[in-house]
């Protein structure tokens, strides 16, 4: 009934979408946050118009809106077309249009039920729930069902306060589908158990929000951070993670060894952190930590009383080390360019790849694992 005002809005979104992005050709790359703001202001709106009304949509009626919702994230992020969706969402804070649209449906349900019985919107109201409690399709009974594909529960005949109870168990389902997500995948094992650190004060991190390295503000740098902690880089964990044309078997994880010490699993931590086997990493390594020392204690003016040392860093697990550099955007911008002459580095040195013969005899004693 909606297809052709779910495929006008997905047009002008788009449109919106190449709009934005646009100017770039004058302003150069567009930073997260600007481009957030952009994203809310021009792209949202064509994706919820008229949402109270059509309802959530039918799976083929979403997946329009999807797509300009995921391409415009996913540019903005520099992530490319096979990246996971989740990261779109818990790294920018946004919410995915499926929920979105849900969440203001609800709101929508709620007004009308407050409405005086003699209201029209609230004739239309009782006439499409006593037509869901006959089990006739309709408006209520597309949001019972988009409810219940979020695992919540709406009742047949629900009070206002039945649906304000809804709103929050939303946002509960929608945190719980992207952390379900984040934990189920292998790429994203950064992100498992996420810390987040005040000064030296671990706490866990939230499952979504704007992330403080995102405000890096060199693009390069940033980019470099987001490839590493989102797994779009060019290290052999992730490159030899998928078969090629002249291989059809992905590498096991544990021959996805490092290209300079062949003695570990070339990944980000180890590149950054642990190898020791290129010069050249140990002077780019020795430099980022005199950097860091100085950028967070050199200015005597200001009190660093709660702040890590280089040394005190470098003695904490490396995955925590990585997130408490992550955790401010002044030491994320040191670590920002450290990782970036690192991946140059790796880049430029030719990596190691097992020959068939090594896969088949690890597969053969291991399994397919990883
Ligand atoms: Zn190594």
Known sequence: MWDAHFEACALRARRASNVSFFVESHTGAIPPWEGRQLYTAHVDPHLIWGCEVTGVGTGAQLSQLEDVQHAFLRRLLRLQSRSQLCILFTETGLWPIRFRRLALQLRYLH?????????????????????????QSGWFWDLQKACRDATL???PSPTPDDVAAVEPRLKTALYNYLKKSVSDSPKLELLHM????????????????????LRVKCREHRQALT???????????????????????????????CRFCMADIEEPLHALFVCSASEELLTLRRSFWEKYELSTFGNHNTSHRNLFHAAELQSLPHRDCLHALLSSVESASVLGIFASRVLSLFKHTPMYEPSDEEISAYIEIHGQQG
């Not at 005086?116 to 037509?131: D, F, K, N, V």
């Not at 000064?199 to 991190?205: D, F, L, S, V």
């Not at 490839?227 to 996805?256: F, M, N, Q, Y």
Request: glycine share 2%.
């Open 227 to 257: 490839s590493l902690l989102l797994s779009d880089h060019c290290l052999a964990i992730e490159l030899l993670r998928r078969g090629t044309r002249t291989r059809a078997e992905k590498v096991p994880r544990a021959l996805r060894l």
């Open 153 to 155: 529960d709406l009742p």
């Open 111 to 135: 007004y009308t039920l407050t409405l005086p019985a003699s209201h029209l919107a609230s004739i239309a109201l009782r006439e499409t729930m006593s037509a869901a409690r006959e089990s």
């Open 194 to 213: 996420r810390p987040f650190y005040t000064g030296k004060t671990r706490n866990t991190a939230a499952v979504m929000e704007f992330r403080e390295y």
